[in-house]
């Protein structure tokens, strides 16, 4: 398993899995007119990842600028996966990149690292 890579479009966001060098990135935006059609087949790679990951040290990069109440569900999801491989032993450090002139983005980070017991969280400002 090398890499799982999807090309931005208007309503999803790239997605850059590369699972050689253990770097995941999703950057974008993200409302696809099907979310389970889009983010399935994410969280199938994903699940297929972290089940060979073992202790080894995985960094996850979100970069998003805008995601709906559905894709909210489909990010939630895909961090409680990484927050139990690091449960299971994986150091996971997650990065939270948002402008920092968006509060409601880094409110939403600050939200989601609240439900992870394992993996580490950090909010990072994006670079102006």
Not at 33 to 40: K, L, P, Q, S, T
Not at 52 to 67: I, M
Not at 69 to 96: F, V
Request: glycine share 4%; net charge negative.
């Amino acid at each position: 398993m090398e890499t799982f890579e999807r090309a931005a479009t208007d309503r999803s966001p790239e997605v850059d899995f590369d699972f050689a060098n253990h770097h995941l990135r999703i950057k974008g935006e993200s409302y696809p007119e099907d979310v389970n059609a889009f983010y399935g087949p994410v969280l199938e790679a994903l699940e297929a990842y972290l089940q060979q990951l073992g202790e080894r040290t995985c960094r996850v990069d979100f970069e998003l600028l805008y995601f709906n109440s559905s894709s909210a569900k489909a990010i939630m999801t895909l961090l409680e996966r990484l927050d139990d491989a690091a449960a299971r032993g994986a150091s996971i450090s997650i990065h939270w990149h948002y402008d920092e002139e968006d509060d409601t983005m880094e409110e939403l980070g600050e939200e989601f690292s609240e439900d992870l017991e394992h993996a580490e969280f950090r909010l990072e400002k994006l670079p102006t």
